[in-house]
């Protein structure tokens, strides 16, 4: 690591390296009060080693934001906010706190009362109006920031960080999509500007010029008619002037059709934005969204895009992947993978953040990762899926003796199928990572080795972990054991080929998926896509369909009147508008009956009629995997049912049951 663990100045912080925890709304606290959760979650991220650590969303005001978001509105909160900084500061940490203000994306259920906003424009984001700030308004929420960053200066923080991106208040200002105002806030770029270079000049007043000011940007807010990074780099460049000490640099607004952080973003993908606002400004830049892994944050400050990294969920991941990168034990860092099944998809249900590849997210107060056993135990685990795994790592750690066994050449069960889909490629190096770290873990793993009764009665453990799995829900109808018709998994496994039309019969998310991995095939890679661009071999239109339109004319057909279910809520609609993309067409209310050599017989309506196609697919649900559960129960004192194999459940559910059962040995 030749940048990423050098020292550098924001402001007069002389931080001990460039890993930034950016702010997450973790929806810990109660009532805004910093919590035990709160400090343990936050405790254990600056042990493992970030330099800067920023807070929040913290609310600055009644009209900020949700209940149970953190609070810095009044000086009730400093006791709190005053334990939180002090822990932080034991390992040598600095800690900011975001002042936050959701402008329009707040929620009149969450305030109890209407939003305000620069101008009377609803939001798609929460489908609600909000009024227009008055002058009055305008005054007391730049007095709002400033005074709560005074107290973030009492409570020990060491720096604030303005929210300024992401469609929340002061990027409604300067967005002409949703400021319409015809005084001095609105009109001409410049004006739009005021309300933040306001806000920035109080804070910066209230602070002094001990304390580090930060503001968050958006890179580009790609929505149609708002700023690019032509616009971003322009307030940047104003902002500094007016005492921004650091530009943290994200992606686009909550409401843009541009996926800002599922996996299917590349790694680093949004660095560019940062390198744009880097070109402008002479203060440290961060650049973030999808940095997971420290080999490419250190490259992305080699090559001169940025000066700093913002790692979020990839310290949700591993809250010790600085100290582990800086000590070389990269093959121990678990990496985020961008599936948002725990954290993005529950801060939208305005649950508890959560993490599907880091089950102790939010328990840190509670469960201790590595307990050494008192009594060790030699531990069975039937099934090499994302819970047999996670189990067996998780009981080698803490010195039981484990050995897995796989019944399958390949580890990794649905997830390692669900990889195939290009938009879902971080599953299998996350599950062959996992896989090597139960082995450093001591765990002895065998493959192509299915367990019975006598491997049992050989191997004489004191427990089992039964972690077979799922296995497919046939589908009972006439003409469903043809030649034509192979299940999903096996399309994703690579197992069998397809026809040109192919009918999927189910819309849940494994059948979503398979129709993408098929519309997908005979489209053109990205390397073949940047070298026809490069080479301006084809036009721009051309190239969007030889990357759009492949060989398979695919229709998805589903029984309820809902697509999708299943996919979390923060990528659903992506997926929804990449069948549209790639072609394929989706058919609800529908019931198969009979599959034909011509193709399936449904009934739509009350009708019946005759689908033509070449291959059937079948995608109907998981059920548990039969085994010899009961036969194995008889020779062993202690047997634990987990994932798939006790009921059907999503990645992350499938890992925190395996996790909460080795716990318990």
Not at 278 to 291: F, G, H, L, Y
Request: charged share 25%; net charge positive.
């Amino acid at each position: 690591m030749k940048k990423l663990f050098t020292p550098i100045e924001v402001g007069k912080l002389k931080l001990k390296n460039r890993v930034v925890m950016t702010a997450m709304d973790l929806s810990y606290t109660a009532e805004g009060h910093v919590t035990d959760r709160v400090t343990a979650f936050y405790e254990e991220r600056a042990r493992g080693g970030a330099g800067l650590i920023i807070v929040g969303g913290c609310k600055i005001d009644e009209y900020s934001g949700a209940q149970q978001m953190m609070d810095i509105s009044d000086d009730r909160f400093i006791p709190g906010l005053q334990r939180l900084t002090g822990g932080l500061h034991r390992y040598n940490s600095y800690v900011a706190a975001q002042l936050f203000h959701a402008g329009k994306y707040a929620h009149s259920s969450e305030i109890g009362r209407q939003p305000i906003a620069p101008s009377a424009i609803a939001s798609k984001f929460t489908r609600e109006e909000p009024r227009e700030m008055t002058k009055e308004d305008i005054k007391r929420t730049v007095e709002n920031f400033a005074r709560a960053a005074e107290r973030a200066k009492r409570a020990g923080f060491d720096a604030v960080e303005i929210l300024g991106n992401a469609g929340y208040l002061i990027s409604e200002f300067l967005s002409p999509v949703t400021n319409k105002r015809t005084d001095e806030y609105g009109g001409s770029p410049e004006a739009r500007m005021k309300f933040g270079i306001e806000v920035t000049e109080a804070v910066r007043s209230a602070l002094g010029k001990d304390l580090a000011v930060l503001i968050r940007l958006a890179g580009n807010d790609f929505m149609p008619g708002g700023n690019t990074n032509k616009e971003s780099r322009v307030f940047a460049a104003e902002l500094e002037k007016h005492g921004i000490d650091a530009f943290n640099i994200t992606g686009g607004w909550h409401e843009t059709r541009v996926p800002q952080v599922p996996m299917e973003l590349p790694r680093g993908g949004f660095a560019y934005l940062a390198k744009g606002v880097k070109s402008v400004v002479s203060k440290p830049v961060i650049a973030c969204n999808r940095i997971n892994d420290p080999l490419l944050a250190d490259k992305v400050i080699r090559q001169g895009s940025a000066d700093m990294v913002g790692f979020a969920r990839a310290l949700l991941a591993d809250p010790d992947m600085p100290n582990k990168t800086r000590e070389g034990r990269l093959d121990e860092i678990t990496l985020c993978i961008g599936c948002n099944q725990g954290c993005l998809d529950n801060s939208l249900r305005h649950r508890a953040v959560e993490c599907m590849v880091n089950p102790r997210v939010g328990r840190e107060h509670e469960v201790a990762y590595k307990v050494p056993a008192t009594h060790p135990k030699k531990v069975m685990v039937v099934g090499g899926g994302p819970s047999g795994l996670f189990a067996s790592k998780t009981a080698a750690l803490a010195g039981h003796r484990v050995t897995l066994f796989e019944k399958d050449e390949k580890l990794g069960g649905q997830l390692f199928l669900a990889g195939a889909v290009e938009g879902r490629r971080e599953f299998r190096p996350f599950m062959e990572r996992l896989a090597r770290q139960a082995e450093m873990a001591g765990v002895i793993i065998h493959k192509n080795k299915r367990v019975d009764e006598g491997v049992v009665k050989r191997e004489k453990p004191d427990v089992v972990i039964l972690a077979t799995g799922g296995e497919p829900v046939k589908l009972n109808i006439p003409g469903a054991d043809r030649g034509s018709v192979v299940h999903a998994w096996d399309v994703l496994a690579d197992k069998t080929d397809l026809g040109r039309e192919v009918v999927i019969i189910g819309a849940g998310a494994t059948g979503v998926d398979t129709a993408l991995h098929i519309a997908q095939m005979g489209t053109i890679d990205a390397f073949t896509l940047q070298f026809l661009f490069d080479n301006k071999a084809e036009e721009v239109e051309t190239l969007w369909e030889l990357s759009n339109k492949g060989t398979k004319k695919v229709t998805v057909i589903e029984m309820q009147d809902k697509v999708g279910s299943g996919i979390g809520l923060s990528t659903r609609g992506m997926k929804l508008g990449m069948l549209s993309r790639y072609g394929v067409e989706v058919k609800t209310k529908i019931t198969a009956k009979e599959i034909t050599p011509e193709g399936v017989v449904v009934v739509e309506d009350g009708k019946t009629k005759l689908m033509k196609c070449d291959s059937v697919v079948i995608a109907a649900g998981v059920r548990p995997a039969e085994g010899p559960h009961e036969k194995i129960k008889q020779h062993v004192s202690k047997v634990v049912v987990v994932g798939d194999a006790k009921k059907p459940q999503n990645g992350y559910q499938a890992i925190r049951d395996g996790f909460m059962a080795a716990r318990e040995i």
